[in-house]
């Protein structure tokens, strides 16, 4: 199963694809979607098409996408969800089906705790991935919600062929 997880945020947004059987998995690519300038509108379509075009070269199967978490801002949450909305739509839009994630399950799924700081995700996802390169937090954590997925989803099937 090849899985595109997303970190969506109004200025960095991160992705990473993943083959996963469920139990093993590689990273087939991952980076950061920077977007530029104040027009909003115009970021939101940077995210959109900069997300298309990974979904066109890497063909995944499905997608997950972290959740909105409660923002101390109202503004900045608000920002936030139409970024997440551009990134949904860009996977919807190539019929591709999506999964959501709060980011306390997908920290629980990595670390075994719901409220694990992000360097210790990060950590995980090398671990998990055999990583020995650097990479941002906003990279890592998009992997850590497509591995979040591909265990949550293997799970559930296994659950689903002992019925």
């Not at 300038?37 to 499905?62: C, K, N, S, Y």
């Not at 801002?73 to 970024?83: D, E, H, P, S, Y």
């Amino acid at each position: 199963m090849r899985i595109l997880g997303i970190d969506p945020g109004s200025r960095v947004t991160g992705f990473g694809v993943i083959d996963s059987d469920g139990r093993a998995s590689r990273r087939v690519a991952s980076g950061c979607v920077r977007t530029q300038g104040t027009d909003f509108a115009a970021r939101l379509g940077e995210i959109f098409a900069a997300l298309q075009a990974v979904i066109t070269e890497h063909a995944p199967q499905q997608v997950a996408v972290e959740q909105v978490f409660v923002a101390r801002n109202a503004g900045t949450a608000l920002k936030l969800g139409q970024a997440r909305g551009a990134a949904i739509v860009a996977a919807v839009n190539q019929g591709l089906p999506v999964f959501e994630y709060t980011p306390r399950a997908v920290k629980q799924a990595l670390v075994g705790r719901g409220g694990a700081d992000k360097e210790q995700v990060q950590h995980m996802v090398r671990v998990l991935l055999g990583l020995h390169e650097g990479m941002g937090l906003d990279e890592s954590d998009a992997l850590a919600i497509a591995l979040c997925h591909a265990h949550s989803h293997s799970t559930l099937d296994r659950l689903g062929g002992a019925r």
